[in-house]
């Protein structure tokens, strides 16, 4: 699932790409992905002829600020990811126009398009169909369920050690699920989670409650590290994730221990990295040094 990178990664592509141009028209062959308004032909009504003024993250969502009072709001969920680019219709299908990533068949299932008033497009290519796009008035976003449970923005300047720990007090769970929770911090998914606690040197089931300071303050400086690690290379593409352009991230060839089992630790430590089930998720650590 795209994660804070994957979804920062694709919020920048856009503001550099879509920022000005105006949505004149929308198509979809997957009605579910809407999830308001319902009826497709009353969110097309209603989304046709604005103008897209801003292009933002909060979570793992994609916010897209429309003149008019509008926004919309798009989750990839599992294997969604917007692109931008040309698409023609043939054959039953938006086949992209040109050469490049967009050819690539993880780009090659489009449910939900938008024209842009510049012949250009943006498109929802999710071959799982889980992803949803929700367009509502501005003053209501903050309402929607979807925004108004969020934990802070772990990159957030205002979010200090101070403020990590006040957010973590009197919770209690093992500390791989406590990062999962998009209600106590926002954003941390399978792979980043993985990562942060192997940097922090804890074992994925120790207990929020058994932590001391100084590991509470490594996981705090281990997640910004691995966040901005892994923006900076737009991304991991390890299931279907891809950037605007089609074009998959880096951090994949990077990553320590996520989705590494039976290989080699990082460290000198001579351990081999392992995955767990807790809960219905998967963790990977090394035994050896992650205590
Ligand atoms: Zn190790």
Redesign the pocket.
Known sequence: MPELPEVETIVRDLKKKIIGRKIIDAWVDTPKLIKNPKNFSDFKEKIKNRKILDAWRRGKNIILSLSGGKTLLIHQKMTGHLLVGQWKWQKNNWQPIGDGYLKEKVNNYIHLLFFLDDNRMFALSDVRKFAKAILIDSENLNQLSDIKNLGPEPLDKKFTFAKFKERLKNKKGKIKQILLNQEIIAGLGNIYADETLFLARLHPTRRLESLNNAELARIYKSSRLVLKKAIRLRGTSISDYRDTAGKPGGYDKVRLVYRREGEK???P?Q?LVQRIKIGNRSAHF?P???K
């Open positions: 630790c990082p460290r430590c351990g090394c050896k040094c992650q």
